[in-house]
């Protein structure tokens, strides 16, 4: 039988903060999710740190808080991640997500968020962490490319996978086309391994993840979808 709630007993709604440094494409896709009921909760807080970036109007014209820490504006890496975190904070949310976040975080600002730091990077890791990862491949003749979902740890881009959606590497690609072929799987499959955060789906057992209580596999789950 199902349980149904009463005005005062309502389902908890689970929330994530944003962080990105530009257009938020990314952003976007995870915003339409939430529309949907398909990302498993609400964006409750975007936050840049570049004047400009077009992921604040996108949120503002969304009715969703927002905020600009300009890491410009700060002596210090440490500076500014403990007023990044304190920012953060006053959403409370369950996730925070990276969407295109051009800053490398300190060791103390990820320990603050163990388990609960999203990011996606445009390669198939452990493969071409780091930057150029679309010329890396073609200079490498890959024939697939790819996008993973990762929680974030202290190592650059190698934190635990949580989900991967390969691409083929067609003959005439250049670093552009195949990083437009990319950036659609990433709209798909980030919104996916939120919902599963979000949901309860995914879990840490003795520092190892898991989803739906089984060991995902190293290079995290396999997107299933159509590239």
């Given at each position: 039988m199902r349980r149904g709630f009463?005005?005062?007993?309502?389902?908890?709604?689970k929330s994530i903060a944003?962080?990105?440094?530009g257009r938020?494409?990314?952003?976007?896709?995870?915003?339409?999710?939430?529309?949907?009921?398909?990302?498993?909760?609400?964006?409750?807080?975007?936050?840049?740190?570049?004047?400009?970036?077009?992921?604040?109007e996108i949120a503002q014209n969304a009715g969703i808080a927002t905020a600009l820490i300009d890491h410009k504006r700060y002596a210090s890496?440490?500076?500014?991640?403990?007023?990044?975190?304190?920012?953060?904070?006053?959403?409370?949310?369950?996730?925070?997500?990276?969407?295109?976040?051009?800053?490398?975080?300190t060791p103390e600002?990820?320990?603050?968020?163990?388990?609960?730091?999203?990011?996606?990077?445009?390669?198939?890791?452990?493969?071409?962490?780091g930057l150029n990862t679309h010329q890396?491949?073609?200079?490498?003749?890959?024939?697939?490319?790819?996008?993973t979902v990762h929680y974030v740890n202290g190592e650059l881009?190698?934190?635990?996978p949580v989900l991967q959606a390969k691409v083929p590497v067609h003959p005439d690609d250049?670093?552009?086309?195949?990083?437009?072929?990319?950036?659609?799987?990433?709209h798909q499959i980030y919104p996916e391994a939120v919902n599963w955060h979000l949901t309860g789906r995914l879990s840490f057992e003795d520092g190892v993840l898991h989803k739906d209580r089984q060991p995902v596999p190293l290079a995290g789950c396999l997107w299933d979808g159509d590239a």
């Open positions: 009463t005005s005062t007993e309502m389902p908890e709604t944003v962080l990105l440094s938020g494409s990314n952003f976007e896709s995870l915003l339409k999710a939430s529309r949907t009921d398909a990302l498993g909760g609400t964006v409750s807080l975007v936050i840049a740190n570049r004047p400009g970036a077009g992921g604040l890496r440490e500076a500014f991640d403990r007023d990044l975190a304190a920012a953060i904070e006053t959403a409370s949310p369950d996730l925070v997500v990276l969407a295109g976040f051009m800053r490398i975080l600002f990820v320990a603050r968020f163990e388990n609960r730091l999203m990011n996606i990077h445009p390669s198939l890791l452990p493969l071409y962490p890396r491949a073609l200079d490498n003749g890959d024939t697939h490319a790819g996008a881009d190698g934190g635990p250049d670093a552009a086309s195949l990083a437009a072929r990319v950036l659609r799987v990433e």
